[in-house]
């Protein structure tokens, strides 16, 4: 059973309520994919070698996702839902939201840097 509950699927594009609410605050902290990866993986007790053999992913990439190096991409996702249970679409909405929250969040710390 997956450590996380599912949300309902969203699509990709567009502000998402807990990135940017209607005021334009954005939140302080946003974990990054790779917190919840390795979440998952202390809820199974997995060590790296065990997700790695769940998730059919290259050496190169699962050291890079749990360093935060990759972003989840569509193939990366594929293999999360067959390793973890959980869909495709819950792995690619944490990345997009986390990007969207990068941007936001660069976009915000230049306008308080303008005079």
Same mark, same amino acid.
């Given at each position: 059973?997956?450590? %996380? *509950? *599912?949300?309902?699927? &969203?699509?990709?594009?567009g502000?998402q309520? %807990? /990135?940017?609410?209607?005021?334009?605050? !954005?939140a302080?902290?946003?974990?990054?994919? %790779?917190? %919840? !990866?390795?979440?998952?993986?202390?809820?199974?007790?997995w060590? /790296? +070698?065990?997700? &790695?053999r769940?998730?059919?992913?290259?050496?190169e990439? /699962?050291a890079?996702?749990?360093q935060?190096v =990759?972003? =989840?991409n *569509?193939? !990366?996702a594929?293999?999360?839902?067959v390793?973890?249970? /959980?869909?495709?679409e819950?792995?690619?909405?944490?990345?997009?939201n986390?990007?969207?929250w990068?941007?936001?969040?660069?976009q915000a710390? *230049?306008?308080?840097? +303008?005079?």
């Open positions: 059973m997956p450590y %996380f *509950e *599912e949300p309902e699927p &969203q699509p990709l594009g502000s309520p %807990f /990135v940017s609410d209607k005021g334009g605050r !954005i302080a902290h946003m974990a990054p994919p %790779f917190e %919840f !990866i390795l979440a998952e993986m202390k809820a199974r007790e060590n /790296v +070698r065990d997700f &790695q769940c998730t059919k992913l290259e050496w990439l /699962v890079g996702l749990l935060g =990759i972003p =989840i *569509e193939y !990366i594929a293999r999360l839902m390793g973890t249970e /959980v869909s495709s819950f792995w690619l909405n944490l990345q997009h986390y990007d969207r990068l941007t936001l969040k660069e710390n *230049e306008r308080q840097s +303008r005079p």
